[in-house]
C-alpha cells in the first residue's frame, strides 16, 4: 500500500508554520507527525501538499493509496480502521476527513470538500487533530507521553551520573550519548527523554514532561516546566513553560519563553521575554491568517509563535498572543505588535521589508554552522513566502 499525508483546510490556520512545511512535518510531542504514521504504518509516507512546497515534499502516487489526514495524530484504533477501509471508502469523522483508499485517478482529483462520489465510513473513537498553532503547545504534553511509549518500549535507558538528582527514576529515558551533570529532574508528572547526544548542563532543574531532542543542549542553571519539547540541534536557556521548539533554533539566554511553539532556524536573543497572560486574564486572540484577523483561542494562557528564520535582538519583549511570521528580524526597546508579518524588519518604532537577497544570505550561513546546504529549492519556498506575505508589509 501506498501511504500519503495531506494538508486538510486547516493547513492556512496553521499558517505562519506551515509557510515552509507541510502538514505533517510539524514536531509535537517528541517526533514530527510524519514519523508518528511511519512508525504505525510501518512504512514510508510522501506528502499532498502546496504546490511551492512540493519540490522539496514530493507525493508519490501509485496504483492503490491510502491518503491520511496530515494534521491527525495516530493512534492504534484509528490505523486499524484505515487499514479495514476498502478501494473508494473514505473515514470521516463528524464533517472531518481521515483518510481515504482510492485509485490512481482518484487520488490525484480528491478533495476533503467534494466526497458525495464515495462511501463514508464513519469513525467514532476519539483522536488528536492539529488544527491551529496553539494546538501544538496544548496537546503536546499527551503526544509526548505516547511518543515517550513508542520510543522506549523494549530498551534499557544510559545510565545516569550519580551527582544528578532524579525524581521518578523510572520515567527518564536517556539515549546514548547524552550528558547530564549536577542537575534536577522530576518526572513524578510526567516522563523525560533526553535524546542521543544531547546535554543537560549544571543547575537545570526540569519537571516533565519533557523532551530535549538529538543534539541539543539545556544551559546553565535553566528552569523547565513541562509539557515541553526542544527539538534537534537547539539550545534553550532561562526560564520556559509548555514550549515546542521545531528544530535548530536557539534560546539560549536568561529571559521566559511560555506557552508558545519556535520554528526552525529562529534565534532568540538574550532577555528576550513573552508574556503568556493578559493582565485582564482574559481570553488571548491570536492573529489568524485564513480570516485575517485577531480569532479568540479559547486559552488564558497563549504566549508566542514565530515562524522559521525568525530572530529578535536582546530584550525584546512580545505581547501576550504575538503571531511572528518567516524570516522576520525584530529588536528595539517596547512591545513588538501582536503580528509581525513575514519579512518585517524593525520593531515597535515601525518595520520596513527585509531585504530577502539579504536574508537567504544570512540563512545559508546560518545553515552552513550546522553542515545543511541552503538549497534551490528551500530558496525557491522562501521566494514564494515573500511574494505570498508581501500584502500584509504596507508599512
Given at each position: 500500500?501506498?501511504y500519503?499525508?495531506?494538508?486538510?483546510?486547516?493547513?492556512?490556520?496553521?499558517?505562519?508554520?506551515?509557510f515552509?512545511?507541510?502538514?505533517?512535518?510539524?514536531?509535537?510531542?517528541?517526533?514530527?507527525i510524519?514519523e508518528?504514521?511511519?512508525?504505525?504504518?510501518?512504512?514510508?509516507?510522501?506528502?499532498?501538499?502546496?504546490?511551492?512546497l512540493?519540490?522539496?515534499f514530493?507525493?508519490n502516487?501509485?496504483?492503490?493509496?491510502?491518503?491520511?489526514?496530515?494534521?491527525?495524530?495516530?493512534?492504534?484504533?484509528?490505523?486499524?480502521?484505515?487499514?479495514?477501509l476498502?478501494?473508494?471508502?473514505?473515514?470521516?469523522?463528524?464533517?472531518?476527513?481521515?483518510?481515504?483508499?482510492?485509485?490512481?485517478?482518484?487520488?490525484?482529483?480528491?478533495?476533503?470538500?467534494?466526497?458525495?462520489?464515495?462511501?463514508?465510513?464513519?469513525?467514532?473513537e476519539?483522536f488528536?487533530?492539529?488544527?491551529?498553532?496553539?494546538?501544538i503547545?496544548?496537546l503536546?504534553?499527551?503526544?509526548l507521553?505516547?511518543?515517550?511509549?513508542?520510543?522506549?518500549?523494549?530498551r534499557?535507558?544510559?545510565?545516569?551520573n550519580?551527582?544528578?538528582?532524579?525524581?521518578?527514576?523510572?520515567?527518564?529515558?536517556?539515549?546514548k550519548g547524552?550528558?547530564?551533570n549536577?542537575?534536577?529532574?522530576n518526572?513524578?508528572?510526567?516522563?523525560?527523554?533526553i535524546?542521543?547526544?544531547?546535554?543537560i548542563?549544571?543547575?537545570?532543574i526540569?519537571?516533565?514532561?519533557?523532551a530535549?531532542?538529538?543534539?541539543?543542549?539545556?544551559?546553565?542553571?535553566?528552569?523547565?516546566?513541562?509539557p515541553?519539547?526542544?527539538?534537534?540541534?537547539?539550545?534553550?536557556?532561562?526560564?520556559?513553560?509548555?514550549?515546542?521548539?521545531?528544530?535548530?533554533s536557539?534560546?539560549g539566554?536568561?529571559?521566559?519563553?511560555?506557552?508558545?511553539?519556535?520554528g526552525?532556524?529562529?534565534?532568540?536573543?538574550a532577555?528576550?521575554?513573552?508574556?503568556?497572560?493578559?493582565?485582564?486574564?482574559?481570553?488571548?486572540?491570536?492573529?489568524?491568517?485564513?480570516?485575517?484577523?485577531?480569532?479568540?483561542?479559547?486559552?488564558?494562557?497563549?504566549?508566542?509563535i514565530?515562524g522559521d528564520h525568525?530572530?529578535?535582538?536582546i530584550?525584546?519583549?512580545?505581547?501576550?498572543?504575538?503571531?511572528?511570521?518567516?524570516?522576520?528580524?525584530?529588536?528595539?526597546a517596547?512591545f513588538?505588535r501582536?503580528?509581525?508579518?513575514?519579512?518585517?524588519?524593525?520593531?515597535?518604532?515601525?518595520f520596513?521589508?527585509?531585504?530577502?537577497?539579504a536574508?537567504?544570505?544570512?540563512?545559508k550561513?546560518?545553515?552552513?554552522?550546522?553542515n545543511?546546504e541552503?538549497?534551490?529549492?528551500?530558496?525557491?519556498?522562501?521566494?514564494?513566502?515573500?511574494?505570498?506575505?508581501?500584502?500584509?508589509?504596507?508599512?
Amino acid at each position: 500500500m501506498n501511504y500519503i499525508l495531506f494538508d486538510d483546510k486547516y493547513r492556512n490556520h496553521l499558517l505562519p508554520l506551515t509557510f515552509t512545511r507541510p502538514v505533517a512535518e510539524l514536531r509535537i510531542g517528541i517526533t514530527k507527525i510524519s514519523e508518528k504514521w511511519q512508525h504505525f504504518l510501518k512504512d514510508q509516507v510522501s506528502f499532498l501538499t502546496e504546490k511551492y512546497l512540493s519540490a522539496k515534499f514530493p507525493v508519490n502516487i501509485s496504483k492503490d493509496n491510502i491518503l491520511i489526514n496530515a494534521g491527525i495524530i495516530p493512534n492504534d484504533k484509528l490505523v486499524k480502521a484505515i487499514s479495514e477501509l476498502e478501494l473508494n471508502e473514505v473515514l470521516i469523522a463528524g464533517e472531518e476527513c481521515i483518510a481515504a483508499h482510492l485509485s490512481k485517478s482518484e487520488a490525484q482529483e480528491f478533495s476533503c470538500d467534494d466526497m458525495t462520489k464515495y462511501k463514508l465510513i464513519d469513525y467514532n473513537e476519539s483522536f488528536l487533530h492539529v488544527k491551529y498553532p496553539y494546538d501544538i503547545f496544548t496537546l503536546n504534553g499527551e503526544c509526548l507521553i505516547v511518543d515517550y511509549k513508542t520510543l522506549t518500549q523494549g530498551r534499557v535507558s544510559s545510565e545516569i551520573n550519580p551527582d544528578n538528582k532524579i525524581i521518578a527514576p523510572e520515567n527518564v529515558f536517556v539515549e546514548k550519548g547524552a550528558k547530564l551533570n549536577c542537575c534536577i529532574i522530576n518526572a513524578s508528572e510526567g516522563p523525560v527523554y533526553i535524546g542521543r547526544n544531547a546535554e543537560i548542563m549544571e543547575g537545570s532543574i526540569i519537571r516533565g514532561p519533557f523532551a530535549l531532542c538529538e543534539s541539543s543542549t539545556v544551559k546553565m542553571a535553566a528552569k523547565i516546566y513541562g509539557p515541553t519539547t526542544i527539538g534537534p540541534h537547539s539550545k534553550v536557556g532561562g526560564e520556559l513553560n509548555n514550549v515546542v521548539i521545531q528544530a535548530y533554533s536557539n534560546k539560549g539566554h536568561d529571559g521566559f519563553l511560555g506557552n508558545a511553539v519556535i520554528g526552525e532556524w529562529c534565534n532568540l536573543g538574550a532577555d528576550t521575554n513573552n508574556s503568556n497572560l493578559k493582565n485582564n486574564y482574559a481570553e488571548v486572540r491570536l492573529w489568524n491568517y485564513v480570516e485575517e484577523r485577531f480569532k479568540g483561542t479559547n486559552l488564558q494562557f497563549c504566549g508566542l509563535i514565530m515562524g522559521d528564520h525568525s530572530k529578535c535582538g536582546i530584550n525584546t519583549m512580545f505581547n501576550t498572543g504575538t503571531v511572528v511570521g518567516v524570516f522576520a528580524n525584530l529588536y528595539g526597546a517596547g512591545f513588538i505588535r501582536n503580528f509581525a508579518p513575514s519579512f518585517a524588519w524593525g520593531g515597535p518604532q515601525g518595520f520596513k521589508t527585509y531585504n530577502k537577497t539579504a536574508a537567504f544570505y544570512v540563512a545559508k550561513l546560518v545553515m552552513q554552522r550546522r553542515n545543511i546546504e541552503f538549497s534551490k529549492e528551500d530558496k525557491q519556498i522562501l521566494e514564494a513566502i515573500f511574494e505570498q506575505t508581501a500584502k500584509y508589509r504596507k508599512f
